[in-house]
């Protein structure tokens, strides 16, 4: 695919507007791209891996430019990003404005939180808590995501999806996981225009992320809480995992990611789930142990899943980060009390700091020696996982 002059305008224009307007990320590329629809999916495929590209290095490519004292306009991140990235410039480029191996070489020379593009303080804070693991953590939470699928076991199976899948152009490979098969998409696609999709036959899921509901050892016929469960995506792999047998309770404090949980659950032939928003402690203390397993994937840093969404980084600060960590350690405290004697909890983030996952699950075991530590998995990027980064702990209530 050739780069056009065209392209790179329409990207740039929308890369300024969201770093003047300090709009979200996500957002405005779903509206660029809804504002294309003569884009290829080669053009799509390249407008949206750059543009995430341009808000993971956002900070090395606003020095180089400072460096260079060279414009801070979309044209110049959008240029500097091909430079970091390594990605050829397109012929039309003016290389004696852009000097590509002098900002190579400046590459090489920054200091480690602008080569990582990361806010110095995250970086600090992460390298206390992670020590030498950190910088290779960082280097992979710094490329592109790969898109996985989880088979929906309630509709169809590996086979079928694959075999539809390709009918209609789209490649995809099997990862071998713990407990089951995902599906990794090797060809640039329209996945959610596809028949198997229309059919709920999958969902987009990461491979990391497909890890935790099978953590939680439900069984058909179980009572199941999914207490955070937000649009939905670890509830609908669990009631596949139920078989659509038993009680699965799906709460949340926000009531429109339930409604898409609804809407989903539908499409997935789940009718095993029932919705409640959570109001106040009330919600909670009502539910009191009554389930065999609760889930509490809580809400958390999102760090393990930067290279899905690498403008969190922006947004997030030391503050916000505290008051994240109280947040997991009074649901943690609170939601557990749903559990039966003799059942199992599932602490689930998908961050990698140890203060938002092992030190959370080990002052919870501290304060209450009725629970007692099962099993534990911790995905980290680049260390022992090529997905995104997770942290599940599978408690046991004993009395
Ligand atoms: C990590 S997300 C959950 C993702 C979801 N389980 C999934 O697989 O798609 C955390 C969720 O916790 C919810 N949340 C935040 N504060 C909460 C609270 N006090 N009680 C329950 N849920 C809460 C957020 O609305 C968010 O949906």
Same mark, same amino acid.
């Given at each position: 695919m050739s780069v056009t002059r065209a392209l790179v305008q329409t990207l740039s224009e929308c890369i300024e507007h969201v770093l003047d307007t300090s709009l979200h990320a996500d957002k405005a590329l779903t509206q660029l791209l809804q504002n294309n629809p003569q884009w290829s999916l080669d053009e799509r495929q390249y407008v949206v891996s750059n543009y995430y590209h341009i808000f993971r290095f956002k900070r090395l490519l606003t020095y180089l430019l400072e460096h260079e004292n060279l414009p801070l306009d979309g044209f110049g991140y959008w240029l500097t990003c091909q430079v970091v990235t390594k990605q050829a410039l397109p012929e039309w480029v003016d290389t004696e404005r852009y000097h590509v191996e002098r900002l190579q070489s400046l590459i090489e020379q920054a200091p480690e939180a602008i080569r990582l593009s990361l806010p110095d303080w995250l970086n600090e804070v992460?390298?206390?808590? *992670? &020590?030498?693991?950190? #910088?290779?953590?960082? $280097?992979?939470? $710094?490329?592109? +995501?790969?898109?996985? *699928?989880?088979? $929906?076991? *309630?509709?169809? =199976?590996?086979?079928?999806?694959?075999?539809?899948?390709?009918?209609? &152009?789209?490649?995809?490979? $099997?990862?071998?996981l713990d407990a089951?098969? +995902?599906?990794?998409?090797?060809?640039?696609?329209?996945? /959610?225009?596809? #028949?198997? /999709?229309?059919? &709920?036959? /999958?969902?987009? #899921? =990461?491979?990391?992320?497909?890890?935790?509901?099978? /953590? *939680? =050892?439900?069984?058909? &016929?179980?009572k199941v809480v999914d207490a955070c469960a937000g649009a939905g995506g670890k509830s609908l792999h669990l009631a596949a995992l139920m078989e659509n047998k038993g009680r699965l309770l799906s709460l949340d404090i926000h009531e429109h990611k339930l409604e898409t949980l609804k809407q989903r659950a539908k499409r997935a032939g789940v009718h095993v789930a029932e919705t409640r928003v959570i109001q106040n402690n009330k919600t909670i203390k009502r539910q009191k142990e009554k389930f065999d397993r609760v889930l509490l994937d809580v809400p958390c840093s999102g760090l393990g899943v930067l290279k899905r969404n690498p403008d969190a980084k922006w947004h997030l600060n030391s503050q916000n980060l505290d008051t994240l960590i109280d947040l997991q350690t009074d649901i943690l405290a609170r939601y557990s009390q749903m559990c039966k004697v003799g059942g199992k909890l599932v602490y689930a983030t998908c961050s990698i700091l140890p203060a938002e996952n092992e030190q959370q699950v080990e002052r919870f075991l501290e304060n209450n020696p009725n629970w007692q530590l099962e099993d534990s998995l911790c995905l980290l990027p680049g260390i022992n996982s090529e997905f995104d980064g997770f942290y599940a702990a599978r408690l046991v209530k004993n009395s």
């Open positions: 992460a390298h206390i808590q *992670l &020590g030498e693991k950190w #910088q290779v953590i960082a $280097n992979a939470l $710094n490329q592109s +995501a790969q898109q996985y *699928l989880r088979v $929906n076991t *309630l509709k169809s =199976d590996i086979a079928t999806v694959t075999a539809s899948l390709a009918k209609e &152009g789209i490649k995809v490979s $099997n990862v071998e089951h098969i +995902a599906l990794k998409v090797e060809s640039n696609s329209h996945l /959610f225009r596809s #028949q198997a /999709f229309q059919s &709920g036959w /999958f969902e987009m #899921q =990461d491979a990391g992320s497909q890890q935790i509901a099978p /953590f *939680l =050892d439900v069984k058909p &016929g179980h």
